[in-house]
């Protein structure tokens, strides 16, 4: 299975790097082919120039092949922290400019954007992790969970992907060594339960 890996956090030491390095040995222990996108060290532009706007758009090099991987994935694991209830701004613009339409998702004939598009991506499922330093009880009373909306409703779900999981780990400021070591392997068994062997019986 080719499964894409994108991460966004611009600090290399940080534990949502630790986090893709798990989820990539795990998916390719069990054999999967890995697409890893590290937007930061890819200097993804944030900015969307207005060139780049429409189905008929030149893609960059760069672009092109965030575009193909996106298209040719039967699984997705997204992991970047929680900033002001929302993706860092690269992240954002990742999806700005990747989930595109006719590439992502397309309106039927005669819908001009009003419409529920048709979803064309065909990942079987999507995992979204998200390290947040917000306790979840004063999260919720005071914000709510803006991240799952965004995530599974007017993304994934629009352009196609319904199975869908998401894991939050918090409080990372104060979390010590152990703990970090105990969400590393729920995310190992995570993955193993997402995208399990596809080692061919002997």
């Known amino acids: 299975m080719q499964v894409l890996v994108v991460l966004a956090h611009p600090d ?11 989820v990539i040995n795990c998916l390719e222990k069990n054999t999967h082919t ?18 780049k706007l429409g189905t008929n758009a030149q893609l960059d090099e760069l672009m092109a092949e965030h575009c193909e ?8 694991v997204i992991i970047h922290p929680n900033w002001w209830g ?9 999806i700005d400019r990747i989930f595109r339409p006719k590439t992502a998702y397309q309106f039927l004939p005669g819908d001009d954007g ?36 965004l995530w599974k409703k007017c993304i994934l ?17 104060t979390s010590t060594y152990k703990q970090r070591e105990r969400w590393l ?18």
């Open 12 to 22: 290399e030491k940080s534990f949502n790097h630790a986090i893709a390095k798990t």
């Open 34 to 51: 890995v697409r890893f996108h590290d937007l930061y060290a890819e200097n993804f532009d944030p900015l969307l120039p207005e060139q």
């Open 69 to 76: 991987h996106l298209v040719h994935a039967e699984g997705m």
């Open 86 to 94: 929302q993706p860092p701004a690269i992240m954002k613009e990742w």
């Open 114 to 149: 009003e419409g529920v598009p048709d979803g064309l991506l065909k990942a079987k499922n999507a995992f979204v992790i998200n390290t947040s330093n917000t306790p979840e009880d004063r999260e919720i009373h005071l914000f709510g969970d803006t991240l799952q909306i």
């Open 157 to 173: 779900e629009f352009c196609g992907i319904k199975s869908f999981k998401r894991k939050i780990l918090r409080v990372i400021v």
């Open 185 to 202: 392997a729920e995310i190992d068994q995570d993955i193993q339960n997402l995208f399990p062997s596809q080692s061919c019986p002997n």
